[in-house]
């Protein structure tokens, strides 16, 4: 089910429409380890006629479940388009197409959705990562003697002469 707006009903009045989609109805393709959308996203929007356009006026919210990429720890993200506003043009190139006499929003709220994600997740400001105990036991064992480092192939640049 998408969000549609009647375009009908947007020549007499304002619309008003509050629910819920969920993330298989806004197809959240998130392609992200870190990030998992399990909770619908809740709408409250009111959308008017601007001449060719509609404006779309509201608040969007979604929980989302996320693992922190500092420390791996899971915590919820609460995605939050709030005031949120579009314009939809109904005519020219840009216009979206109609579904039986109604605007989708659907597609507009997605994009906007997948743009407010956070590009790295992490549970909190202050968070320090992985606590030094999980960091030494993650180091391989032995002597550094018995660790035979490669040289970087930057280290070429240090006997570079400019002179």
Not at 79 to 86: I, Q
Request: glycine letters at 4%; aromatic letters at 4%.
């Amino acid at each position: 089910m998408a969000l549609l707006i009647p375009v009908g009903d947007l020549n007499h009045e304002t619309v008003r429409l509050e629910g819920e989609l969920t993330a298989e109805e806004l197809a959240l393709d998130l392609n992200d380890p870190c990030i998992a959308s399990r909770q619908p996203m809740r709408y409250q929007i009111v959308a008017e006629l601007m001449g060719p356009e509609v404006l779309v006026q509201g608040d969007l919210e979604m929980r989302l479940d996320c693992t922190c990429v500092r420390c791996l720890e899971p915590f919820e993200f609460v995605l939050r388009l709030s005031p949120w506003s579009a314009m939809i043009p109904l005519s020219g190139e840009d216009a979206l197409p109609l579904v039986d006499e109604a605007v989708d929003l659907t597609p507009q709220i997605r994009e906007d959705s997948l743009l407010a994600l956070p590009q790295h997740p992490v549970c909190r400001p202050e968070c320090r990562g992985l606590s030094s105990q999980g960091l030494d036991s993650m180091k391989p064992q032995g002597s550094s003697d018995d660790l035979r480092r490669e040289p970087s192939a930057w280290s070429v640049l240090d006997t570079l002469k400019l002179d």
